[in-house]
Structures are given as structure tokens and as C-alpha cells.
């Protein structure tokens, strides 16, 4: 025998008209409470507004991201301009030390290729302290103390100047 529901449910369609209609509706498939399944199924992945919000996050730290990237490769090009400076500097100090005999001199130039300038002077050395009786001393050894300099220029990357300086101290026989 038919339940009093399927009974209703019937009497109920004849009068609609729609019997597939009147069943779903007493199914609660056309519920439009916040509690129906068939709704709370529908409400599944993320909003227009926290999909922009994600977008928005992601960009700031896209950019973020990009600027260090830029700002670590401005780096490493400098690193590289002071390292290659640094070798012609030392260069120019070895080819200072090996032009015996030392004397007080001064000299400057530009490098072959024309992107840096450089100087050069040999003085010399009287060590910081050194008392009056002491640089006499010093002047009876056969010996001398030379302090050795050399001042590299390049143009930098925003138009000022850049410069490196490297000094040394060496020791040689006094000439007579």
C-alpha cells in the first residue's frame, strides 16, 4: 500500500499539471534555503573578489621579486668593473716596482683601451711615528724605504667618476 506522502504527492501533480515538477519540489531539490545540499554543492572554488585580491598579491610580489633580480645584477656588473679596475690597478704597481732603481717620480697615462685613467708616484716612505732621530738613522742605511701608489679612474654608470687607489711600501738600495 502507498505511503500517505505518495499519495499526497500524487494528488498534488494531477492539480499542477507537472508531476516531475511536484516531486522534485517535494524532494526539496528546488529548496533555496542556505542549509540545501544541492546548494552548498554549488558553492564550491573562490569568489571574482579574492581571485583579484590573489592577482594583486601576486603582482606586488612579482615586482618585488623582478627589482632585486635587477638590482642583484647591477651589483654583480659592478663587482665585476672593480675587479677588472683592481687587476690593471695592480698591474700598474708591479710594472711601478719592477722599474729599478727606485726613485721619486710620478708619471700618468690611459689604459690601451682608453676606459681608464691612471697615475702613478713613488715618494719616499717615512713610516707614521717616526721620530727626528729615527729618519736620521734612517738616512745612514744602505737602504731605502719607497712607498709605491697607483690612482685608477673609469667614468661609473650614472656619470660620475669611480676610482681605486692601491699603495705599497718596498725596500731598495739607495743608489750613490
Not at 606586488?60 to 683592481?86: C, K
Not at 742605511?141 to 719607497?146: G, H, S
Not at 679612474?153 to 739607495?174: C, D, E, H, Y
Request: with cysteine; aromatic share 8%; proline share 5%.
Amino acid at each position: 500500500m502507498p505511503s500517505s506522502a505518495a499519495v499526497t504527492a500524487c494528488r498534488h501533480s494531477r492539480a499542477s499539471g507537472n508531476p516531475a515538477r511536484f516531486a522534485a519540489k517535494t524532494l526539496g531539490l528546488f529548496s533555496r534555503g542556505a542549509d540545501s545540499p544541492r546548494l552548498r554543492s554549488r558553492q564550491v572554488g573562490f569568489s571574482l573578489l579574492e581571485v583579484l585580491v590573489a592577482f594583486v598579491i601576486l603582482a606586488l610580489v612579482g615586482t618585488t621579486l623582478f627589482r632585486l633580480f635587477g638590482a642583484s645584477l647591477n651589483n654583480a656588473s659592478a663587482a665585476d668593473e672593480y675587479s677588472r679596475v683592481a687587476a690593471f690597478a695592480e698591474t700598474r704597481l708591479t710594472l711601478l716596482a719592477l722599474d729599478l732603481p727606485l726613485r721619486e717620480t710620478s708619471d700618468q697615462g690611459t689604459s690601451a683601451d682608453g676606459r681608464y685613467t691612471w697615475s702613478t708616484k713613488v715618494e719616499p716612505y717615512v713610516a707614521p711615528g717616526t721620530s727626528e732621530d729615527q729618519a736620521r738613522l734612517a738616512q745612514l742605511l744602505p737602504m731605502r724605504l719607497w712607498r709605491l701608489s697607483v690612482v685608477v679612474s673609469w667614468p661609473g654608470s650614472a656619470g660620475n667618476s669611480r676610482s681605486i687607489a692601491l699603495s705599497t711600501v718596498r725596500m731598495a738600495m739607495k743608489q750613490p
